[in-house]
């Protein structure tokens, strides 16, 4: 059964940093893209960042590009968000996912595989 466990989640002033991880287990993701989604309050989920499990190519929304990093831990099964700069709107439930790579695009719009989401609160 594949699981994807997402944690450090929290309340942060504005201009603070949090780092999100998310643990996978229950298959192989060497075919997969692992990545993050949010969904704020009222909006659409949306796709914010991606990175390929092998090669460690990455992909980012413009919303978050320069201030969020992800990268990922093959040996821990584990990928994860540094959110730098944070800003009130990136308030939001943060969702881990994994997509297979032919699927990967900068538009991308749903994950095969989801994770139960962290909730991230940033104050003014």
């Known amino acids: 059964q594949v699981q994807l466990t997402e944690s450090g989640g929290g309340l942060v002033q504005a201009g603070g940093s949090l780092r999100l991880s998310c643990v996978a287990s229950g298959r192989s993701f060497s075919s997969y893209a692992m990545g993050w989604f949010r969904q704020a309050p009222e909006k659409e989920r949306e796709f914010i960042t991606a990175i390929t499990w092998g090669g460690g190519a990455t992909y980012y929304a413009d919303s978050v590009k320069g201030r969020f990093t992800i990268s990922r831990d093959n040996a821990r099964d584990t990928v994860y968000l540094q959110m730098d700069s944070l800003k009130p709107e990136d308030t939001a439930v943060y969702y881990c996912?994994?997509?297979?790579?032919?699927?990967?695009?900068?538009?991308?719009?749903?994950?095969?595989?989801w994770g139960k989401g962290t909730l991230v609160t940033v104050s003014a």
């Open positions: 996912g994994a997509v297979r790579l032919e699927r990967l695009r900068p538009d991308l719009s749903s994950m095969d595989y």
